[in-house]
Structure formats: C-alpha cells, structure tokens
C-alpha cells in the first residue's frame, strides 16, 4: 500500500459566525497584555461571573428572534390548523409576558449548561467553572427561577439542593488561528435545558443497515412519531448519523438542536469531517408534517425545522442521536474579546410579532367547562364532547406531581382512603417557579403527563384522578384506565407558563406537604384556562391515531 500524507480536519469544522449580532455587557475585567512577542487576553473571574448571571437572565426571558417569526409563520399559514394557530399564539403571548423580565418563559427552568472554547492565549488565573458557576448561582438565587437539581445524599434518598447547581459546565481549547499577532478570544454556548426536552434525547445503536433511503425513511418515521408532544413542540429537531462514540453523537445532537452547528459544510469528504444534509434536513420536515400531530394537538406544526448531521463512524458502530429544542427555545452565544465580554442580542420586544388577530381566527369552537361543579357533573360535560375539543376551564384544581403522587400512593396501600381532594376537583400535574411580589403565582406550566401514568388505574379505582390536566400523550394504561373508570385526560398546551401565572392563575394555596416546596400539593384557581381532550371516558386517544408509522416510504 502507497504511504499516505498525514491530513488534519477538525470534526466539526464550522465556518467564521458572521451572522451572530451580540451586545457589550461590559468592558471591565478584561485586558490586552504582552510578553514574549505575543498578545494575550487577560480575564477577571469576576467577567466570567458577570457574564455567566446576565446570559442565565437573558435566556429564562428572552427569544431569538428567528425563533418568533418561525411561531408568527404559524399564525399566517392558512395551511395550519386551527390548534396549531392557537399554540403559536399563545406561545408569543407567553413570550411577549415573560420579557417583562418578572416571569420566566417557563417554570421549568432547567439544569444550567455552559459550554466554553477557550484559545491558548487567555489568561484567567482562576477556576474558570467556579466563576462561571458563581454567576449561575447568583441567577438563580436573584430571579424567580425554580429550583430542579437534586443531590442525591445516598444512592436512594435525594435533597434539592436550593440552589439549581451544580450545572454542567464543559470547557474546551481551541486553536488560536488568527496568528500570535491577533488577541485571542474566549467563545460561549449558555443553555438551560428543562427535563422535558431533556428526556427526548435517544440515542439509537443501530448498523450500516440504516444507511439506506428507505430503511433510514422507516427508521425515523417510527421514532420521530414516538417523541410524542411532553416536550413541547414545536421542535427545533436534531438528528445525527454517525460519530466516534455515542456519547460524541449526542453532543453533537444537542448541539446542533441549538442550531449551534449550523455553519457545518454542506458536504462530506474522504478526510471525515462531519456534514450537514440540507437535503435531506427538508425532507425529514416533510415527513413530521405529514404526522398529524402538529403543534400539540394536530395540525402539520411539529417542528419549525430540521437539522441531519452525518459524522464519520467505526465501521462496527452506527449511532444515531435525536434531540429537540421544545417551546422554551432558551440558548445564547457569548464571547470575550479584547474589546470586552459580548452576549448573543436576543429579541427584546416579541410584541412586534403579535398579529392583530381574534380568538375566533385561531381555533375551532371553544366550550367552557365550570369547575366549581361536581366532579360528576364535569364528567358528564365532557362526556359529550370528542377529543381534540378546545376547553376553557374556570374554578379550583389540585396541583400535584412525582413525589406528591407517590406518597398518596403509600397511604393508598397502607389502607388509607384517597384524598377527597382528588375526588372532588381535578388534578393538574405541574410545579410553580418563585412568585414575585405582587403575582397570584409564579409560572405555572404544565409538567410531563406520562411520568404520572403508574398511578392512573389505582387513583382511579379509588375514586381520583377522574380528571387529569398535564402534558404530552400517555400510555395504552391510562386510556384502558379511563375507559373503565370513567376517565379523562385533558391537555395542557406545554410552554406558555408565564401566560398562564399572569392570566389564568388567579389564587395558589397549598394543601398539603408544604415542606415539598414547588412538589407539595396545591389548590389553585383558575379562569379561562386553555386545555383539550386527549383521551375521553370511551377510550379514545387523540395521539393513538398519530402514532402508526407509514409502511411504504423512502427518501430521496
């Protein structure tokens, strides 16, 4: 065999970001020095903590801009169905309330994650993921952010922490290319990823089998389907062929559903560099339109767009990673030169996208459901109505989730009658943020129904949880449960918690287990509360009729 010419290509070669508008935060802490015939940059940590707490603010609040109009288009398309016009709106509404600054855009506001690229010429004398950490802290602490990071004190038994760290915080080199005559830079990704959207990460060990139109057409049509809608779609969705690990392959999912990697080339060489398919990205959006599923509760909106990365593989392994950005769409980019620390502009007046529109243009007919009737009564409304029926819920609910329902749970098999909260008003399955001063309620969204559905068939036989409100679809377990027990599952739209705090939440008093904090049980009252039938007393299943692949299908 000819000897080969070494040849170095970076994995991941991204083009110069000449498409990023950012901001100055700040011109302090930061300063071109000189020795050995070289300029470096010289970093304080208190820059890095300054920029880690404003980019933490930024993000919880505040929307890329592309990111609006895409939910704008929602709201133009005649093509869209008139849920997914009413998701789109709400989802602006909610963006509009949460850059008020008061608000989060969602109440999960997720695990902190900072990813850092850092030239050999910066100078920082510090614990790098300390300042940044700090600044994290400082967020958290000051907004009205929730706290989700649980620090297991031994392997069973885990505590919050009160404080939302630690955060994941991965830091890299990277070739300082512009010469020793050139100040070196400092280059961030800050994200907050909320469990939601975390727990639709997959990763697939799959063959070179997959590497085939119609296999890889099939393949996918299965999957996509079964990300169901817990995340809150519309998705920005990632998918990535290939990679020299699986857990590289997943990096680069997550990456790209940030559209981080956008600046990938177009096309693949004998070297091995990563590529993005722009074809074939069109033709996956394609296929998700062709669903049904739509932005929550059908219509053709169950992704804004697509991004399909190929990554050079070991020939025994064939990975592939699927990972979406949800409603809380919440990144930024951010960089430190010599000219001073600069976070990604995000959109400050998402106002501008709203359409002068009525409500009678978003949606199909609306019917009010009173709470503050008997639990019969209420069953016997909806009884009458198919699903995918748009609700406008007034009167009291409960509110309670994971641990909540465990340890009703427990006192349900240690012969204890089920709380005759759960039998009288319906249960709402989320957690609040903080509530700042003047606020009924901090956001308030829904929070993944699924994690819930174990507990389903017991509540009910035991006359609760005839009237569930939360997220995403459910299991064949909870729509058998409703069927024999008289049952419904009512969706909330996933997204909008800082609409829902400032409208629709009027009054949060907590039954029981105060010392849960956000997980104990509520009671709140609510006034025209959006929500849909998913599954009815009958066994019918809006997300059943979604859920079959297409046998016969191929791409390009």
């Given at each position: 065999?000819?000897?080969?010419?070494?040849?170095?290509?970076?994995?991941?070669?991204?083009?110069?970001?000449?498409?990023?508008e950012?901001?100055?935060?700040s011109?302090?802490?930061?300063?071109?020095?000189?020795?050995?015939g070289r300029?470096?940059?010289?970093?304080e940590?208190?820059?890095?903590?300054?920029?880690?707490?404003?980019?933490?603010?930024?993000i919880?609040?505040?929307?890329?801009s592309?990111?609006?109009?895409?939910?704008?288009?929602?709201?133009d398309?005649p093509?869209?169905?008139?849920?997914?016009?009413?998701?789109?709106?709400?989802?602006?509404?909610?963006a509009?309330?949460?850059?008020?600054?008061?608000?989060?855009?969602?109440?999960?506001?997720?695990?902190?994650?900072?990813?850092?690229?850092?030239?050999?010429?910066?100078?920082?004398?510090?614990?790098?993921?300390?300042?940044?950490?700090r600044?994290?802290?400082d967020?958290?602490?000051?907004l009205?952010?929730?706290?989700?990071?649980?620090?297991?004190?031994?392997?069973?038994?885990?505590?919050?922490?009160?404080?939302?760290?630690?955060?994941?915080?991965?830091?890299?080199?990277?070739?300082?290319?512009?010469?020793?005559?050139?100040?070196?830079?400092?280059?961030?990704?800050?994200?907050?990823?909320?469990?939601?959207s975390?727990?639709k990460?997959?990763?697939?060990?799959e063959?070179?089998?997959?590497?085939?139109?119609?296999?890889?057409?099939?393949?996918?049509?299965?999957?996509?389907?079964?990300?169901?809608?817990?995340?809150?779609?519309?998705?920005?969705?990632?998918?990535?062929?290939?990679?020299?690990?699986?857990?590289?392959?997943?990096?680069?999912?997550?990456?790209?559903?940030?559209?981080y990697?956008d600046?990938?080339?177009?096309?693949?060489?004998?070297?091995g560099?990563?590529?993005?398919?722009?074809?074939?990205?069109?033709?996956?959006?394609?296929?998700?339109?062709?669903?049904?599923?739509?932005?929550?509760?059908?219509?053709?909106?169950?992704?804004?767009?697509?991004?399909?990365?190929?990554?050079?593989?070991?020939?025994?392994?064939?990975?592939?990673?699927?990972?979406?950005?949800?409603?809380?769409?919440?990144?930024?980019?951010a960089?430190?030169?010599?000219?001073?620390?600069f976070?990604?502009?995000?959109e400050?007046?998402?106002?501008?996208?709203?359409?002068?529109?009525?409500?009678?243009?978003?949606?199909d007919e609306?019917?009010?459901?009173?709470?503050n009737?008997?639990?019969?009564?209420?069953?016997?409304?909806?009884?009458?109505?198919?699903?995918?029926?748009?609700?406008s819920?007034?009167?009291p609910?409960?509110v309670?989730?994971?641990?909540?329902?465990?340890?009703?749970a427990e006192?349900l098999?240690?012969?204890?009658?089920?709380?005759?909260?759960?039998?009288?008003?319906p249960v709402?399955?989320?957690?609040?943020?903080?509530?700042?001063?003047?606020?009924?309620?901090g956001?308030?969204?829904p929070?993944?129904a699924?994690?819930?559905?174990?507990?389903?068939?017991?509540?009910?036989?035991?006359?609760?949880?005839?009237?569930?409100?939360?997220?995403?679809?459910?299991?064949?377990?909870?729509?058998?449960?409703?069927?024999?027990?008289?049952?419904?599952?009512?969706?909330?739209?996933?997204?909008p918690?800082?609409?829902?705090?400032?409208?629709?939440?009027?009054?949060?008093?907590?039954?029981?287990?105060?010392?849960?904090?956000?997980?104990?049980?509520?009671?709140?009252?609510?006034?025209?509360?959006?929500?849909?039938?998913?599954?009815?007393?009958?066994?019918?299943?809006?997300?059943?009729?979604?859920?079959?692949?297409v046998?016969?299908?191929?791409?390009?």
């Amino acid at each position: 065999m000819a000897p080969t010419t070494f040849q170095h290509t970076e994995v991941l070669p991204l083009a110069k970001d000449t498409h990023t508008e950012y901001r100055l935060i700040s011109t302090e802490g930061v300063e071109v020095v000189e020795a050995a015939g070289r300029k470096f940059l010289k970093v304080e940590p208190e820059a890095l903590t300054e920029l880690a707490k404003v980019a933490i603010t930024d993000i919880q609040h505040l929307l890329r801009s592309s990111h609006l109009a895409q939910l704008r288009a929602i709201v133009d398309d005649p093509e869209a169905s008139g849920n997914d016009r009413f998701v789109a709106m709400d989802l602006l509404r909610n963006a509009a309330i949460s850059a008020g600054g008061v608000l989060p855009m969602c109440q999960d506001t997720g695990t902190a994650i900072v990813i850092g690229k850092r030239g050999e010429g910066v100078l920082t004398g510090a614990d790098d993921e300390r300042a940044l950490s700090r600044g994290i802290f400082d967020a958290y602490q000051e907004l009205n952010l929730r706290y989700s990071q649980m620090a297991p004190v031994n392997f069973w038994d885990e505590r919050n922490t009160g404080t939302n760290l630690p955060a994941q915080i991965e830091l890299y080199h990277k070739d300082d290319t512009a010469g020793q005559s050139e100040v070196p830079s400092y280059e961030f990704l800050f994200m907050a990823k909320g469990g939601g959207s975390a727990n639709k990460t997959f990763l697939y060990q799959e063959t070179k089998a997959v590497l085939n139109p119609k296999r890889l057409a099939r393949f996918l049509d299965e999957k996509l389907r079964s990300l169901g809608t817990a995340a809150c779609p519309p998705y920005h969705l990632a998918i990535v062929v290939g990679g020299t690990s699986a857990e590289f392959n997943l990096k680069v999912a997550k990456l790209a559903s940030a559209r981080y990697l956008d600046d990938l080339p177009t096309e693949g060489s004998e070297l091995g560099h990563g590529f993005r398919d722009v074809d074939l990205e069109q033709q996956v959006l394609e296929m998700t339109r062709q669903f049904g599923i739509g932005a929550q509760f059908g219509g053709k909106y169950f992704c804004h767009d697509v991004r399909v990365i190929r990554l050079p593989r070991h020939g025994a392994s064939c990975p592939v990673g699927v990972a979406v950005s949800c409603s809380a769409d919440r990144q930024a980019k951010a960089k430190i030169t010599a000219d001073g620390v600069f976070l990604e502009q995000l959109e400050r007046d998402p106002a501008r996208f709203l359409p002068d529109v009525t409500e009678d243009d978003l949606s199909d007919e609306v019917v009010t459901v009173d709470l503050n009737r008997p639990m019969a009564e209420i069953r016997a409304q909806l009884s009458q109505l198919p699903v995918k029926t748009r609700l406008s819920l007034t009167g009291p609910l409960v509110v309670a989730r994971d641990i909540a329902h465990a340890k009703i749970a427990e006192r349900l098999d240690a012969g204890e009658e089920m709380p005759q909260y759960l039998r009288d008003h319906p249960v709402y399955y989320a957690g609040p943020a903080k509530t700042p001063e003047g606020y009924a309620s901090g956001s308030f969204g829904p929070t993944t129904a699924g994690r819930m559905d174990s507990y389903v068939e017991q509540f009910q036989a035991a006359g609760g949880s005839l009237v569930m409100l939360a997220k995403g679809n459910r299991s064949k377990k909870v729509t058998a449960a409703c069927a024999e027990h008289g049952g419904f599952y009512l969706g909330s739209i996933g997204g909008p918690a800082a609409r829902l705090a400032q409208d629709c939440i009027k009054k949060v008093d907590v039954l029981e287990y105060a010392e849960l904090g956000m997980e104990a049980v509520w009671k709140i009252e609510v006034e025209d509360f959006p929500a849909f039938i998913v599954i009815d007393d009958k066994g019918n299943d809006f997300f059943e009729a979604t859920s079959e692949p297409v046998l016969q299908i191929s791409f390009r």
